[in-house]
């Protein structure tokens, strides 16, 4: 059974911080690439950041840039976010995903909330 599994989500002031983290299992967790996305109230689905395989190569979406940090620990299966400087834009339930070149059959969690307000 394949599972991604985050939390971590919660309710942060305004240039707060939060960690969050995705535990991967039932799938060969170092072979994939993984991604963190996320949903604000209204709006579609968008991609945050992601990591590849060995945890050197890291993109980010450029409303994050420069205040959120994606990382993984393939000895835990588990790949973090740490989201610093919090702006109530961040709000939204966030998502890990887990692809691997190849397959058409990503992964997702079931998603954490993230509410930034003060």
């Known amino acids: 059974q394949v599972q991604l599994v985050e939390s971590g989500g919660g309710l942060a002031q305004p240039g707060g911080s939060l960690r969050l983290s995705c535990v991967g299992s039932?799938?060969?967790?170092?072979?994939?690439?993984m991604n963190w996305y996320r949903q604000a109230p209204g709006k579609e689905r968008e991609w945050v950041a992601g990591?590849?395989?060995?945890?050197?190569?890291?993109n980010y979406a450029d409303s994050v840039k420069g205040r959120f940090t994606i990382s993984r620990d393939n000895a835990k299966n588990t790949v973090y976010l740490q989201m610093n400087n919090l702006q109530p834009a961040d709000t939204a339930v966030y998502f890990c995903?887990?692809?691997?070149?190849?397959?058409?059959?990503?992964?997702w969690g079931q998603g954490t909330q993230v509410t930034v307000s003060s």
């Open positions: 995903n887990a692809y691997r070149q190849g397959e058409n059959r990503p992964y």
């Open positions: 990591v590849r395989t060995t945890g050197v190569h890291r």
């Open positions: 039932g799938f060969p967790f170092n072979y994939y690439n």
